[in-house]
């Protein structure tokens, strides 16, 4: 069974840009939840969602959004980058009935 | 509201030493609790997981950890750790019905030849 796969790995963006990350859950797996990394602030939760519904949502700017596809694919966006939001973004997929979620390998945002 | 303490951000331990990772939490609700792993560049694993039942947990790679409500506790223990234990480790505590985790700090666990 294929893990959780998000693209890109690595992405390098200047102030004030938009960007967009794309996650693809576990085959089956109808939720999906993102988390942003860094050293200062550690892990904090930014949304979740559950059959193409936002079911909770983090302490985040409106920057910061997010969407889910019918397949339950995620892609989360963020605009007007800072360079606080330089980080690595983690999505999470789980079969939403409670219980574990299982990360992808991340997205390391860097903002210059 | 939820909130995990690790009460300690960096473990030091000679390897095939017994090893003990410190986690409290704060609920006002029944909680699900985890032990993630993290290794450089690299997303979070699960460790072991505690939904109900018995309250010591076993995980994979030998850790296993015992679930204290009165404590409010969760601490993850390995009787003989290996240089590749050397990551990080996350407490996490989530209600019942949400993905909407709340991490602890982590802590860095070195294990030294």
């Known amino acids: 069974k294929a893990g959780v796969t998000q693209t890109p790995r690595y992405l390098i963006k200047t102030r004030g840009q938009q960007v967009t990350l794309s996650c693809s859950p576990i085959?089956?797996?109808?939720?999906v939840s993102w988390y942003q990394q860094t050293p200062g602030q550690g892990l904090q939760f930014l949304f979740e969602?559950?059959?193409?519904?936002?079911?909770n949502k983090g302490n985040f700017p409106g920057r910061f959004s997010g969407r889910q596809f019918s397949n339950s694919r995620s892609e989360m966006n963020v605009s007007t980058l800072e360079l606080g939001d330089s980080a690595l973004y983690l999505c999470?997929?789980?079969?939403?009935?409670?219980?574990?979620?299982?990360f992808g390998q991340g997205t390391r945002l860097t903002v210059v | 509201a939820q909130s995990v303490t690790q009460l300690d951000s960096q473990v030091p331990v000679f390897e095939e030493a017994p090893v003990e990772l410190r986690c409290n939490y704060s609920?006002?609700?029944?909680?699900?609790l985890f032990w993630y792993v993290q290794y450089p560049n690299q997303g979070l694993q699960l460790l072991l997981k505690?939904?109900?039942?018995?309250?010591l947990v076993k995980g994979i790679n030998g850790f296993e950890a015992e679930f204290n409500k009165s404590q409010t506790s969760f601490h993850l223990r390995k009787p003989s750790v290996h240089i590749s234990d050397t990551a990080e480790y996350f407490c996490?505590?989530?209600?019942?019905?949400?993905?909407?985790?709340?991490f602890g700090t982590g802590t860095r666990l070195k294990v030294l030849a």
């Open positions: 085959s089956g797996h109808r939720s």
């Open positions: 505690y939904l109900s039942g018995s309250t």
């Open positions: 999470a997929s789980s079969n939403g009935q409670g219980g574990e979620a299982f």
């Open positions: 996490a505590v989530t209600r019942g019905g949400t993905y909407k985790y709340i």
């Open positions: 609920s006002s609700v029944s909680v699900y």
């Open positions: 969602y559950f059959s193409e519904t936002q079911r």
